[in-house]
């Protein structure tokens, strides 16, 4: 079992920056790809980034393209999410999740974080 622990959301200004924390225990993240997800209210929750094992492949969602960067730390058990340029349209709960060895820019993962809130205000 892995267990995902996200963290460093909160309320921010239009155009300031955000650090996201993903942490994982029971098993190292070595051996799993890791994406983030996010869900503003009313909103299926969709895909925003996606990092691969080794962190060798990255993916974004077109929205945050440029703006956002994944990367990882296999030696902290970490995956971060930097959220540059903010907007409004930001605000969301973004989700971690683990999924063994492939990536992929859709559900189903293996494994869910609790969540953390991004407000953007404009």
């Known amino acids: 079992q892995v267990q995902l622990a996200e963290s460093g959301g909160g309320l921010v200004q239009a155009g300031g920056s955000l650090r996201l924390s993903c942490a994982a225990s029971g098993r190292s993240l070595s051996s799993y790809a890791m994406a983030w997800f996010r869900q503003a209210p009313g909103e299926e929750r969709g895909f925003v980034s996606v990092?691969?094992?080794?962190?060798?492949?990255?993916m974004y969602a077109d929205p945050v393209k440029g703006r956002f960067t994944i990367s990882r730390d296999d030696a902290k058990n970490t995956v971060y999410l930097q959220m540059n340029s903010l907007k409004p349209e930001d605000t969301a709960v973004y989700y971690c999740?683990?999924?063994?060895?492939?990536?992929?820019?859709?559900?189903?993962?293996?494994?869910w974080g609790q969540g953390t809130q991004v407000t953007v205000s404009a």
């Open positions: 990092i691969s094992v080794n962190g060798g492949l990255t």
């Open positions: 999740a683990a999924r063994r060895l492939v990536p992929r820019i859709t559900e189903p993962y293996d494994y």
